[in-house]
């Protein structure tokens, strides 16, 4: 959930740590601070709060001035937010920074307290810095040495960007379950959490593998294994630029994702469309492996949740294959009835949720087949699955996610038709009309986001709301969980999303003039049925909001406001239906002043449990 950098070059280090923070802020935001080199001393600057406050506190206080240095990002688990607890944390002659969660620091750091050690923070980083120090002394000069030392120790997950006092301008790092990429440049190197920290500077990099380390000088970057052999490890090539990760001129990268959707549902797709039919041969996939599975398990959190969500009413439709839909870290602790002949898809857009990892690897060990849909390139879900579909979204750094949850759904119904084909399902002529219909989606959405301004003058309507509802039935339920998560994750509105048909088992006596109500009805055969649970909240005061086709004819009284959305298939509705819901998400919390692309207390990446 944190971010690091590292770097060792002839640059201004506090710049490049700065520079590749910003790019990974996204992934905690508590609070941030850096080491650097200053000669053979380490200097550490850090601050509780956003990254603006750490320049502010080097503006008053001097900043750093070296060439090789460690930075980090927190997102807390150990400890408050304050700067007592802020990484870097120093043990002795070593310095470090953390991602991830030491699970046996208490014992560890009990160990430390009877051999003398003293601790300033409550974090369970502190505790591997001092524990790296213990062996270092043990066997000074040695710093790799120390740190594999170190590794046989700990239990949990970590990427550690270190600094050793006795090792000017070189940068150590190791990772286990937690992200790291090692960056390599033309007299520079660099680590990161990942690649978008470093784009400013190169796109080549390693990426480092469980149990790794890497030691960084200015002139070379070598990767080790835990027996202190060294690695040749294969260089990749970053295939975004900068410019997917900067805002190109929007207030916000939420709102510049949500206007990338598009392209990113033609550059998902498009590949995987041969002569107008699905085709999911490069990810390992053809109708004979389909065959073989006679039950789905969709697992993933949050978001990628909500993908699988419509990807099990589309595919139970369509191919008439039984999914489950499970939350990750409800299945991975459950006992869940998985085995030989199921398939267990997991939904993740940065491939390194701890949950959905676990699950995975839970699946596989149950024996099932696992199926990725990732657009993190080379993260550990995508590394460990049985088959991958990459969703090409490029980076998405909003925490709240748009772009790679219209994509993951654009990706299931590719699935579905494919499936839905080979089992006898649907012929080819309704596949290809159907896959046509998918290719016709980018248009559709363009014509959206052209036509939003409601959805600005809707979020206006809300920001005074305490709590919400979002009803709808079938796709549209499906849908209303993931309006109502942007919702409250952007805006901090209370908010659930109801099946229509439910509310009258009881939540409705929550209903007043103060509880707006969003009803998504896109859904033709259940149109009908919508519009009566429409007119039982409207009866008892509800202001009500609908997002609906554009030919419905609603009664003058069904809606205080309406979004329309263009008339398209049914079964494709979510793609187009999302987007009024996500921009509603969006003005409301640009109307509330709320902080959009890193709401509180959240982070991108979840990799912890
Ligand atoms: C979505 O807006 C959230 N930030 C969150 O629910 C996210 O989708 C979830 O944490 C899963 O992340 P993943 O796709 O990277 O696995």
Same mark, same amino acid.
């Given at each position: !959930?944190?971010?690091?950098?590292?770097?060792?070059?002839?640059?201004?280090?506090?710049?490049?740590? !700065?520079?590749?923070?910003?790019?990974?802020?996204?992934?905690?935001?508590?609070?941030?601070?850096?080491?650097?080199?200053?000669?053979?001393?380490?200097?550490? %600057?850090?601050?509780?709060?956003?990254?603006?406050?750490?320049?502010?506190?080097?503006?008053?206080?001097?900043?750093?001035?070296?060439?090789?240095?460690?930075?980090?990002?927190?997102?807390?688990?150990?400890?408050?937010?304050?700067?007592?607890?802020?990484?870097?944390?120093?043990?002795?002659?070593?310095?470090?920074?953390?991602?991830?969660? $030491?699970?046996?620091?208490?014992?560890?750091?009990?160990? +430390?307290?009877?051999?003398?050690?003293?601790?300033?923070?409550? &974090?369970?980083?502190? @505790?591997?810095?001092?524990?790296?120090?213990?062996?270092?002394?043990?066997?000074?000069?040695?710093?790799?040495? /120390?740190?594999?030392?170190? !590794?046989?120790?700990?239990?949990?997950?970590?990427?550690?960007?270190?600094?050793?006092?006795?090792?000017?301008?070189?940068?150590?790092?190791?990772?286990?379950?937690?992200?790291?990429?090692?960056?390599?440049?033309?007299?520079?190197?660099?680590? /990161?959490?990942? @690649?978008?920290?470093? +784009?400013?500077?190169?796109?080549?990099?390693?990426?480092?593998?469980?149990?790794?380390?890497?030691?960084?000088?200015?002139?070379?970057?070598?990767?080790?294994?835990?027996?202190?052999?060294?690695?040749?490890?294969?260089?990749? &090539?970053?295939?975004?630029?900068?410019?997917?990760?900067?805002?190109?001129?929007?207030?916000?990268?939420?709102?510049?994702?949500?206007?990338?959707?598009?392209?990113?549902? *033609?550059?998902?797709?498009?590949?995987?469309?041969?002569?107008?039919?699905?085709?999911?041969?490069?990810?390992?996939? &053809?109708?004979?492996?389909?065959?073989?599975?006679?039950?789905?398990? =969709?697992?993933?959190?949050?978001?990628?949740?909500?993908?699988? $969500?419509?990807?099990?009413?589309?595919?139970?439709?369509?191919?008439?294959?039984?999914?489950? @839909?499970?939350?990750?870290?409800?299945?991975?602790?459950?006992?869940?009835?998985?085995?030989?002949?199921?398939?267990?898809?997991?939904?993740?857009?940065?491939?390194?949720?701890?949950?959905?990892?676990?699950?995975?690897?839970?699946?596989?060990?149950?024996?099932?087949?696992?199926?990725?849909?990732?657009? /993190? *390139?080379?993260?550990?879900?995508?590394?460990?699955?049985?088959?991958?579909?990459?969703?090409?979204?490029?980076?998405?750094?909003?925490?709240?996610?748009?772009?790679?949850?219209?994509?993951?759904?654009?990706?299931?119904? +590719?699935?579905?038709?494919?499936?839905?084909?080979?089992?006898?399902?649907?012929?080819?002529?309704?596949?290809?009309?159907?896959?046509?219909?998918?290719?016709?989606?980018?248009?559709? =959405?363009?014509? =959206?986001?052209?036509?939003?301004?409601?959805?600005?003058?809707?979020?206006?309507?809300? $920001? &005074?709301?305490?709590?919400?509802?979002?009803?709808?039935?079938?796709?549209?339920?499906?849908?209303?969980?993931?309006?109502?998560?942007?919702?409250?994750?952007?805006?901090?509105?209370?908010?659930?999303?109801? %099946?229509?048909?439910?509310? *009258?088992?009881?939540?409705?006596?929550? =209903?007043?003039?103060?509880?707006?109500? $969003?009803?998504?009805?896109?859904?033709?055969?259940?149109?009908?049925?919508?519009?009566?649970?429409?007119?039982?909240?409207?009866?008892?005061?509800?202001?009500?909001?609908?997002?609906? *086709?554009?030919?419905?004819?609603?009664?003058?009284?069904?809606?205080?406001?309406?979004?329309?959305?263009?008339?398209?298939?049914?079964? +494709?509705?979510?793609?187009?239906?999302?987007?009024?819901?996500?921009?509603?998400?969006?003005?409301?919390? @640009?109307?509330?002043?709320?902080?959009?692309?890193?709401?509180?207390?959240? /982070?991108?990446?979840?990799?912890?449990?």
């Amino acid at each position: !959930m944190c971010g690091i950098v590292g770097y060792a070059g002839y640059r201004d280090c506090t710049e490049v740590l !700065m520079e590749g923070l910003s790019r990974l802020e996204y992934r905690g935001y508590d609070s941030a601070g850096i080491a650097v080199f200053e000669d053979d001393t380490i200097r550490v %600057a850090k601050s509780k709060g956003r990254l603006a406050d750490l320049t502010e506190k080097m503006q008053e206080e001097g900043r750093p001035e070296g060439h090789a240095g460690i930075g980090h990002t927190r997102w807390a688990t150990h400890g408050e937010p304050s700067d007592r607890n802020s990484h870097p944390h120093g043990g002795g002659c070593v310095t470090i920074v953390h991602n991830g969660i $030491i699970e046996n620091y208490k014992k560890l750091k009990e160990f +430390l307290l009877s051999k003398g050690r003293a601790f300033e923070s409550d &974090t369970d980083t502190e @505790v591997v810095a001092q524990l790296l120090d213990y062996y270092y002394l043990n066997s000074p000069g040695n710093p790799v040495d /120390a740190i594999i030392r170190t !590794m046989k120790e700990l239990e949990g997950s970590y990427a550690l960007g270190v600094v050793f006092a006795d090792f000017p301008d070189m940068v150590f790092a190791l990772r286990k379950e937690s992200p790291l990429i090692v960056g390599v440049g033309e007299g520079e190197n660099f680590i /990161a959490s990942d @690649v978008t920290a470093i +784009l400013r500077y190169t796109k080549n990099y390693y990426l480092l593998e469980q149990g790794e380390i890497a030691v960084l000088t200015a002139k070379k970057a070598t990767i080790y294994d835990t027996h202190y052999q060294k690695i040749q490890k294969e260089l990749k &090539t970053a295939d975004w630029d900068i410019s997917a990760a900067e805002k190109c001129g929007y207030a916000h990268f939420m709102l510049k994702e949500i206007h990338e959707q598009p392209t990113a549902v *033609k550059t998902t797709i498009t590949p995987r469309i041969t002569d107008g039919m699905p085709d999911l041969t490069e990810c390992g996939i &053809t109708p004979e492996t389909l065959l073989k599975f006679r039950q789905i398990h =969709i697992v993933a959190c949050g978001t990628a949740m909500h993908a699988g $969500i419509v990807g099990r009413y589309v595919i139970e439709k369509l191919a008439h294959v039984p999914v489950n @839909v499970d939350i990750a870290s409800e299945f991975r602790y459950r006992e869940p009835l998985v085995g030989e002949g199921d398939l267990v898809i997991i939904i993740s857009q940065s491939g390194e949720t701890a949950d959905s990892l676990a699950a995975m690897r839970l699946a596989k060990e149950l024996g099932a087949k696992t199926l990725a849909i990732v657009n /993190a *390139k080379g993260s550990s879900i995508a590394r460990e699955a049985d088959m991958l579909i990459y969703t090409h979204a490029g980076p998405e750094i909003a925490v709240a996610s748009t772009k790679a949850y219209m994509v993951q759904i654009a990706v299931m119904y +590719l699935f579905a038709f494919e499936l839905a084909l080979a089992n006898g399902s649907i012929s080819e002529a309704e596949c290809r009309r159907l896959t046509a219909l998918l290719q016709e989606v980018p248009e559709q =959405i363009e014509h =959206i986001l052209a036509h939003k301004e409601m959805t600005q003058l809707i979020a206006s309507e809300l $920001i &005074t709301a305490d709590s919400l509802l979002y009803i709808g039935r079938g796709l549209d339920y499906a849908l209303s969980m993931e309006g109502s998560l942007k919702l409250k994750e952007l805006s901090y509105i209370h908010s659930e999303s109801y %099946a229509a048909g439910e509310l *009258k088992h009881g939540t409705i006596s929550l =209903i007043t003039e103060n509880m707006p109500v $969003i009803a998504v009805a896109t859904q033709t055969k259940l149109l009908e049925k919508t519009i009566s649970n429409i007119k039982e909240v409207k009866a008892r005061g509800a202001k009500v909001i609908v997002v609906c *086709k554009e030919s419905y004819g609603l009664e003058q009284d069904v809606a205080d406001l309406r979004f329309s959305v263009p008339d398209f298939e049914d079964i +494709l509705m979510p793609m187009l239906a999302v987007v009024p819901l996500q921009l509603i998400a969006y003005y409301t919390a @640009v109307h509330k002043g709320t902080d959009v692309d890193k709401p509180r207390n959240l /982070a991108k990446s979840v990799t912890v449990e």
